[in-house]
């Protein structure tokens, strides 16, 4: 099931950038949406070969990274560990560490190695999709979140939704625009994000992913993942 909406993250902007250096607006969303998905477990469970719901209480959040390559940029998948627990600038940091030297992360090196030969080979993706999706292995491997942000490769605001992929929890960034909003009394131009949101309806109901994406907006607009900066600005007044 799909939810598309969209959040105010004036707040989580302004602080972002008063970081040195500037913080990722993905690492952001990565570590929101850790928080709030360790805090609804089911919301990222799967299936095993049994047909049992498998959960886990920590959060590995796959997410796109833009690289070079011979032939062209490239949307690498990495898998951020322990998304739930991790402030944003050291996401950020990881992040950056990736995007200047891809061999440092595993699906970098497997993308140096195999990737031209898995282009080439008919129905390999679906095969591996299918006989991959309910090993407890390859979700250790490879986290159960996937955050894709589209902004990366077009400017403006909207909505996406992505491809089944084999995280049970799917989180699609589709930029940043600006726009009026009430502010109790007047209305203020505001930064606002739009997001779709898929989750598995075989592993969880309507209700549990509707108090889960509320819980999500409310991290994101509150910036409550960038805590520590609000911290430090304050001990500094």
């Not at 991790?86 to 440092?104: C, F, L």
């Amino acid at each position: 099931m799909h939810g598309l909406f969209d959040v105010d993250i004036t707040t989580a902007r302004r602080l972002l950038g008063r970081h040195e250096p500037p913080l990722s607006l993905t690492a952001f969303v990565v570590a929101s949406i850790g928080r709030a998905a360790a805090a609804h477990p089911e919301v990222h469970a799967y299936r095993n070969w049994r047909g049992r719901l498998v959960e886990h209480h920590y959060v590995d959040v796959q997410t796109l990274i833009e690289i070079p390559t011979s032939q062209g940029l490239f949307g690498l998948v990495h898998v951020v560990r322990d998304a739930d627990i991790r402030s944003v600038g050291d996401i950020s940091a990881e992040i950056r560490a990736v995007k200047a030297d891809s061999s440092t992360t595993a699906s970098g090196r497997l993308l140096t190695t195999l990737g031209p030969a898995l282009g080439r080979v008919p129905g390999l993706y679906p095969l591996m999709y299918a006989g991959m999706s309910r090993s407890r292995r390859v979700h250790l491997a490879t986290g159960t979140v996937q955050v894709t942000a589209v902004g990366m490769f077009a400017d403006g605001g909207g909505h996406a939704i992505a491809p089944p992929t084999l995280a049970s929890l799917l989180l699609v960034v589709g930029g940043v625009s600006r726009q009026p909003r009430a502010i109790g009394d007047r209305v203020d131009v505001r930064d606002v994000l739009d997001l779709t949101l898929s989750i598995d309806h075989n592993v969880v109901d309507g209700s549990p992913a509707t108090r889960f994406a509320a819980d999500l907006r409310q991290i994101l607009h509150t910036a409550a993942a960038l805590d520590h900066l609000t911290s430090d600005t304050r001990s500094s007044a």
